[in-house]
């Protein structure tokens, strides 16, 4: 939502027009929004994301989740550095999303609605469907960027983690080239 934010209040206000004014080239201002939300939300997300693999060990411990069967996860294991660092990348994502989105429609509450109809309403659904189904809305969803959290290979992993993270980036992709010539074509108002 923060990404849906970012860019819908300037239209909101009337401030986009102070932005395109102050740079007229208005694709570059799109970026230039998306580098800043990309670079800031994956920093939060990895700082949220340390913090909660090294707050949660205690919690897990006390709840019997001890080795061997539930060793404790390294910083020196590939699988979970790729978690903690695929989780913030895939925060990351998720705000761009907005940003293209809240750009294509320019209006709040339609980006938002569309946002959760991409990234929260699969999740849900899938849940009432047959296994194939939920396997399938998990590959092709931008939850298939979750993935990345994955540290050990389950019957339940409908995608591996990087392909899963290359689906959630074609979404964001999609969304900001979309949102970059529709900038540049549209009027402010």
């Not at 411990?61 to 979970?80: I, K, L, M, N, Q």
């Not at 895939?90 to 991409?118: K, Y």
Request: charged letters at 15%; proline letters at 5%; hydrophobic letters at 50%.
């Amino acid at each position: 939502m923060l990404g849906v934010l970012y860019v819908t209040t300037e239209y909101k206000t009337g401030m986009i027009r102070t932005t395109l004014t102050a740079s007229p080239r208005r694709g570059r201002v799109l970026v230039a929004k998306a580098l800043v939300l990309g670079a800031v939300t994956f920093a939060c997300g990895l700082v949220a994301s340390v913090a909660s693999l090294l707050g949660t060990r205690p919690i897990q411990r006390d709840s019997g989740y001890v080795a061997p069967y539930y060793p404790d996860p390294s910083f020196t294991d590939g699988a979970v550095l790729r978690a903690v660092f695929g989780t913030a990348a895939f925060l990351a994502l998720m705000a761009l999303l907005g940003l293209g989105l809240g750009a294509i429609i320019r209006r709040t509450a339609g980006a938002v609605i569309v946002v959760l109809a991409l990234a929260v309403v699969p999740g849900v659904a899938s849940l009432l469907l047959p296994l194939d189904g939920e396997k399938w809305v998990e590959r092709i969803t931008p939850l298939a960027g979750l993935a990345m959290q994955h540290t050990r290979d389950r019957w339940d992993n409908w995608v591996s983690p990087w392909p899963g993270f290359a689906v959630a980036c074609g979404y964001v992709v999609v969304a900001l080239v979309a949102g970059v010539l529709l900038v540049r074509r549209r009027d402010t108002a």
